[in-house]
């Protein structure tokens, strides 16, 4: 019996996460989290022992003891989750990008300290993890991450300025919470993946080519040094990485149908960085390293929360990002309090940002 702690469970990767555990008699639940919504329904039809609505998320898994944590939080509130699985040596199933984007270096320290399993559930680090396993890593040549373009793609700059919030959430091919819809719409979420797939495969940033494949068909592609590429097809389903980092090494059946290649077309476009300049101000964090990447997803935080809220306008996101860190030192953060100290002064700088002339 595997038993798995859902932080993140009333999410939309934790709800399809339930359902993959329901489907499995040797999965089982030993503890849900979530920021507010109440738990006790869902924790009485899974039987799960250990809940939590807000708090310390640290002290729900030293109860709970599990031998897998799937972090599907959004945003910094994951860093806590991340870092202690990293550290403890348990299995971690990462849906939280932002977690390890803004903990960078001090995750891989506990990683290699804790030497448990990193298993991607971000569709396209699934893909490449897959496309990776069992390649020596000199082998490879460099990654190649999909994007669909969101919601916007083919749109100038003047035909954002008065888009809304619920264009921003009408995304093509995946349906996911606000935050990571709204950083798909942006390119954000591609600039947060070039970060996490950087730690995650250990490749620098000129190795990792972001793709526009509009159809979320192909999630990921490895090229190889002998002139051989690998690439991971397949319907834009999350349970299928979600299943997959559960049930690892095994691949076990979900709902979701073989894939039909006949009418099926592809086209590769690269990103539109002008009208999406996130995607190159993250790359640009990632390469300057320190906490930038922490700084960027603070930002960013910042900025889509307004967004939202319809306090800032869509194109104004990227703006306030790119001024934040503008703003902050970038300094290495030596442990988790100066990592908390750099989220918190980038927030502040994002903030200060928003304020009204
Ligand atoms: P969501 O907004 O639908 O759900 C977020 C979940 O996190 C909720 O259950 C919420 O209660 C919980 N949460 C937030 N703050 C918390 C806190 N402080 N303590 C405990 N729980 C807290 O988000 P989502 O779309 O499911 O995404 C979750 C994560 O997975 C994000 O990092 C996102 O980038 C990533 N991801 C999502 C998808 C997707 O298809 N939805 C795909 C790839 C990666
Ligand atoms: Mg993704």
Redesign the pocket.
């Known amino acids: 019996m595997k038993r798995i702690a859902l932080?993140?469970?009333?999410?939309?990767?934790?709800r399809q996460a339930l359902e993959v555990v329901a489907a499995h008699p040797d999965l089982a639940l030993c503890a849900l989290?979530?920021?507010?919504?109440p738990l006790d329904e869902l924790a009485a039809a899974h039987e799960v022992q250990e809940v939590q609505v807000?708090g310390d998320?640290v002290e729900l898994l030293e109860r709970a003891e599990p031998d897998l944590v799937l972090n599907?939080?959004?945003?910094f509130?994951?860093v806590p989750g991340t870092l202690w699985a990293l550290d403890s040596g348990v299995d971690l199933a990462l849906?939280?990008?932002?977690s390890l984007v803004a903990a960078g270096e001090l995750a891989l320290a506990a990683w290699s300290r804790g030497g448990a399993r990193l298993l991607p559930?971000?569709?396209e680090h699934s893909a490449v993890f897959q496309c990776l396993e069992g390649r020596a890593r000199d082998s490879v040549h460099s990654l190649v991450l999909t994007a669909s373009g969101g919601p916007f793609r083919g749109r100038t700059r003047e035909q954002l300025e008065h888009v809304s919030v619920d264009d921003a959430l009408a995304h093509p091919t995946?349906?996911?919470?606000?935050?990571?819809t709204v950083d798909s719409a942006t390119l954000a979420n591609k600039g947060l993946e070039l970060i996490e797939a950087h730690y995650l495969f250990g490749l620098p940033y000129e190795a990792i080519e972001i793709v526009v494949e509009p159809t979320s068909t192909v999630h990921g592609v490895v090229r190889f040094r002998d002139g051989a590429a690998l690439a991971h097809v397949g319907f834009p389903d999350?349970r299928v990485p979600i299943s997959y980092a559960l049930t690892y090494p095994e691949r076990r059946p979900t709902p979701v149908p073989p894939l039909d290649l006949v009418g099926l077309t592809l086209a590769f476009d690269p990103p539109d960085v002008d009208t999406f300049p996130l995607l190159s101000v993250a790359r640009e964090a990632g390469e300057r390293g320190g906490t930038y990447p922490c700084a960027f997803n603070a930002a960013n935080e910042v900025a889509v929360t307004a967004f939202l809220a319809g306090r800032l306008p869509f194109l104004a996101i990227a703006e306030l990002v790119a001024r934040a860190l503008g703003e902050v030192d970038g300094a290495p953060a030596r442990d988790f309090e100066d990592l908390v100290a750099a989220d918190a002064a980038a927030r502040r700088a994002a903030e200060g940002a928003l304020q009204p002339a």
């Open positions: 932080l993140g469970a009333t999410g939309s990767i934790g989290a979530s920021a507010t919504s807000g998320l599907a939080v959004v945003g509130a994951g849906a939280n990008k932002e559930v971000d569709s995946w349906s996911m919470g606000p935050k990571n999350m």
